[in-house]
């Protein structure tokens, strides 16, 4: 069965940092993109970044560009992303999802990252 | 920046019904277009990939249409658990994009 769990949430500062992490399991991990998407509360979804199999290729929105970053380690079957220099538009449930012909198949939990002072 | 507009933004109907939601994007994403289903509290669910192509497990009652810059999401009959927010999202070109939903709800 695929999983994906979704951590390292929680409530930070305006200009701190988070990192966040996404264990999967039930699929060959080294095999697949994988993104993450958030929604802010009351809205609708968005794109957050992107990462080839081998993590040789990242893509990202233009509002976290310099100050997010997504990653991967294969080894330990993880999805991370580590965001810096928060800021109060950056609330939202984020999702970790793997790619599926041009989808997004499965997804995680979702986790709330809360920035606020 | 590719944009899609989702139509309409909200859509009232009776189980039973049928449900056609449409999806235009601002340029061509060729089929490369998938749909979504999101309950409230609940991690988004692939309907459709492809423009056309059902998921595993999506029951036969959804189908997806188009290519281009116009798509279409029909629910053939509807069923009390269809009734949520959907969303279309493209994977043609960065950065990846959704629409920003139609709400399906009761009528």
């Known amino acids: 069965e695929v999983q994906l769990v979704d951590s390292g949430g929680g409530l930070v500062q305006p200009g701190g940092s988070l990192r966040l992490s996404c264990e999967a399991s039930g699929f060959t991990f080294r095999d697949y993109w994988m993104s993450w998407v958030r929604q802010a509360p009351g809205k609708g979804l968005e794109w957050v970044a992107d990462i080839n199999q081998d993590g040789s290729a990242k893509m990202y929105v233009d509002s976290v560009k310099g100050r997010f970053t997504i990653s991967r380690d294969n080894a330990k079957n993880s999805l991370y992303l580590q965001m810096n220099s928060l800021r109060d538009e950056d609330t939202a449930v984020y999702y970790c999802?793997?790619?599926?012909?041009?989808?997004?198949?499965?997804w995680g939990q979702g986790i709330l990252v809360t920035v606020s002072s | 920046e590719i944009v899609l507009t989702q139509s309409p933004a909200t859509l009232s109907l009776s189980p039973g019904e049928r449900a056609t939601l449409s999806c235009r994007a601002s340029?061509?994403?060729?089929?490369?277009l998938a749909w979504y289903q999101q309950k409230p509290g609940q991690a988004p669910r692939l309907l459709i990939y492809?423009?056309?192509n059902r998921a595993p497990g999506i029951p036969a009652s959804f189908s997806g249409s188009g290519s281009g810059t116009d798509f279409t999401l029909t629910i053939s009959s509807l069923e009390p658990e269809d009734f949520a927010v959907y969303y279309c999202y493209q994977r043609s070109d960065w950065p990846l994009t959704f629409g920003q939903g139609t709400r399906l709800e009761i009528k």
């Open positions: 492809g423009a056309s």
């Open positions: 999802a793997k790619e599926y012909r041009r989808g997004l198949d499965y």
């Open positions: 340029q061509s994403v060729g089929s490369y």
